[in-house]
């Protein structure tokens, strides 16, 4: 059976995914609109299929990060790390961006 410690990078990136998650679900309930067309859609369609939506736009790309740090793993942590720099930036930008 294959067992793995998560790595920091990979904590981190959950982890301001969730704070995304649940800050878009807060702000669409108090009437606030979607940036993202393809999340916009499916905010459309409902709390759930946006929150499973994000979910699985998530998993996927950590999976495949996961998988490459079983071939390359300095080349997967620097990727993740990249992953983790891009997202803080734009929830940060978005945040700022809101306070204006």
Do not use: C
């Not at 790309?61 to 071939?71: G, M, N, Q, S, V």
């Amino acid at each position: 059976m294959f067992k793995s410690t998560p790595r920091l990078s990979t904590i981190i990136l959950l982890t301001i995914a969730t704070f995304d998650l649940v800050t878009t679900l807060m702000w669409l309930h108090e009437g606030q609109k979607e940036g993202n067309p393809f999340f916009a859609f499916l905010a459309s369609h409902g709390s759930l299929a946006l929150a499973l939506g994000k979910l699985v736009y998530l998993f996927i790309p950590i999976a495949i990060l996961e998988y490459a740090r079983t071939k390359r793993p300095i080349s997967a942590e620097i990727g993740t790390w990249v992953a983790v720099a891009g997202y803080a930036y734009l929830y940060v930008g978005h945040l700022l961006m809101l306070r204006q």
